[in-house]
């Protein structure tokens, strides 16, 4: 009895040391990162003068990083702070434009600073029988073919219409009776690596319950009006374009979607797998973008893998590196005398991570051992970014190959998102999350990339395995600034952004332009129709009319003066302290459960949230969670789903372009 006395003491002890060590740890832990990273900012602007910003959009040129023969980023930053070479791929990314700043030397300077806006394909398209459009057509309870209806076929055969639009094609019925093996998403919050992990059980059933709650693979989509028409883009391109030209941008951000120009796999070559009237549509909408005097940046892959591709595993898969070259190289052939700027993938590990990690998005269809796995050296995240780089590679050689005179610039939409933790516990898993994207694929491709276009959304708060909804915060939902939804919030926050792109610059960022995302509300991935990023709003009931937001008037002011002001930041700022105050609610798009966790999916109708009352902007937001300080962390600041780029060409040089 009085050993096992001892030993139950003993084993206690045990027990309250690892536990003080544990603990004690993780407090070390987050007391060092709140150190390193949540300290905070003063802003390098007057603000005690009338103008706050100015932007020189009247110059030539466009300015140019310098990292002549500097190897990747995560060795550049190592080497600046005197760090052990891997060391700087966990640190924050403001610290490696910061570095690269202060290296630069022996390149030319334009100064020129461009204000633009951007689109893609799966968004605005209509006619484009994509992925995307099957996997939210797709019947939620996944019954039989033969109590379905038609389906649509495999792939997308090309059509002999003038214009090249997609048209569907449907497939018998088969095994119509038979026990199929179905996967159904279980939600869950597991956002901590980017925006959620779903976990997949297998089982054997015959037909659905009636009783059985289904739900959509894309939220807010099946109740709104012509969901499949998108923002008839391909019909009618004039009506976004004048809106744009009209804000007074320069630069015009598109694609082309692969599925459209290849709606078969060419498995016997491009005669009867490509769309060449497609193409010409492209080249006819490209060329309506220049006679607007708006300049083309071009983005080639978008989230939107054709299903052809996504049947056989999509980018898991060594062979989609050569489908990709030869639809880069027929869309290189088709329009390249009218690009500016080529962006090759859009948010190359947000595709990875939602497609082959979580199965949110189409094409990935992982089980629960993949998805287990996805993050590990082996796993399918490293597998398809390695093909993803491969693809990027070689679709800039092609480029610079076949344009060597005009010699346009090639580089990719980077996502960087601000990640930090809630408790003490939760340092390891933005270490993580950030280990695996901030910086390892634009190493991978550093030795060719003319410029980084930075993606940034806000910042993400990591609790245990989920995003945390901080009731003190304004939340960007996740999902790039759904804040948007709100017009109150839409004009501060454009402001702030753009005063903390002015500050990055001031502070030696070389920062070449801005692309606001996006132009008006439109399809955003499997959130549907519910977040609204446009600076103008659609009436889908009524023939699509645009309704500009004062956010696309002080868009136009901005631009078109090249400069903020005090007067309309107090205007701004004014009439949200007063909406906070009056308590006043807008609508929120994400679903959130009882720990105040947020799910990966987006809701059919949004739910009210009041307006926080708290002063975040640009130098004023301190921790919890600075929000804007934190973009110069994240390198000059780059809005919430706008672009932008810095340069990096000839000498290594990289421009920052503002991409989606």
Known sequence: MALAAALFVSATKLAGILVTLTVAANAFSFSRFRRRNLRPFRTPIDESADVLAVFNVGAGGGTL????????????????????????????????????????????????????????????????NDAWLQFAEESPCDKPESQQGPQSADAVIASAAGDGGSQQASSSSKNANKIMKKKRPLKVAMEAM????????????????????CHHNVASWHNVPHPEERLRFWTDPDTELKLAKDTGIS????????????????????????????????????????????????????????????EYGGWKMEKTVDYFLKFTMLVVDCVSDCVDYWVTFNEPHVFCMLTYCAGAW????????????????????????HWMAVAHLKAYDYI??????????????????????????????VSLANSLTIFPYVDSISEKLDFIGINYYGQEVVSGPGLKLVETDEYSESDAAFILTAYLIRRPY??????????????????????????????????????KFGLVAVDRANGFARMPRPSYHLFTKVVTAGRITREDRMLAWNELYRAAKEKKTRPFYRAVDKHGLMYAG???????????????????????????????????????????????????????????
Not at 405 to 427: C, E, I, K, Q, T
Not at 614 to 621: A, E, L, S, T, V
Request: proline share 6%; charged share 20%.
């Open 602 to 660: 987006g809701l059919d109708k949004p739910i009210q949230r009041s307006y926080v009352p708290r002063d975040w902007r640009f130098g004023h937001y301190e921790m919890e969670a600075s929000s804007f300080w934190t973009l110069i962390f994240v390198v000059g600041l780059f809005i919430s789903k706008e672009n932008f780029s810095i340069d990096q060409r000839n000498c290594r040089r990289m421009h920052i372009l503002k991409v989606r």
């Open 65 to 128: 990083l310098c990292l002549r023969n500097l190897g990747s980023v995560g060795d550049l930053i190592s080497r600046e702070l005197e760090l052990p070479a891997g060391v700087a791929g966990g640190l924050p990314l403001l610290v490696a434009m910061r570095c690269a700043g202060a290296c630069v030397s022996g390149c030319e300077r334009g100064e020129e600073f461009f204000f633009g806006l951007a689109t893609a394909p799966a968004h605005v398209e209509d006619r484009l």
């Open 400 to 429: 610079h190959r076949q344009r060597a005179l005009s010699n346009p610039p090639v580089g990719v939409a980077h996502h960087v998102s601000f990640m930090r933790p809630y408790g003490l516990f939760d340092v390891a898993s």
């Open 494 to 531: 454009l402001l702030e952004h753009l005063l903390a792109i002015y500050a990055a610059m001031l502070m030696g960022v070389r920062v070449l332009g801005y692309l606001f995302w996006t132009i008006s509300d439109n399809w955003e991935w499997a959130d549907g129709y519910g977040p």
């Open 194 to 213: 980017i925006r959620g992990f779903e976990k997949f059980a297998e089982e054997e059933e015959r037909d659905a319950s009636p009783d059985e709650v």
């Open 362 to 385: 189409p094409g990935g269809h992982p089980d629960m051992l993949e998805a287990a796995t996805s993050a590990l050296p082996t796993g399918v995240f490293k597998q398809a970014m």
């Open 251 to 310: 630069v015009f951000r598109m694609g082309i979607d692969w599925t459209r120009v290849m709606p078969k796999e060419p498995v016997d070559g491009l005669k009867d797998s490509v769309n060449y009237a497609a193409l010409e549509h492209y080249n006819w909408i490209i060329h309506r973008v220049r006679s607007y005097g708006m300049k083309v940046m071009l983005t080639l892959f978008h989230h939107s893998l054709p299903p052809w591709a996504g």
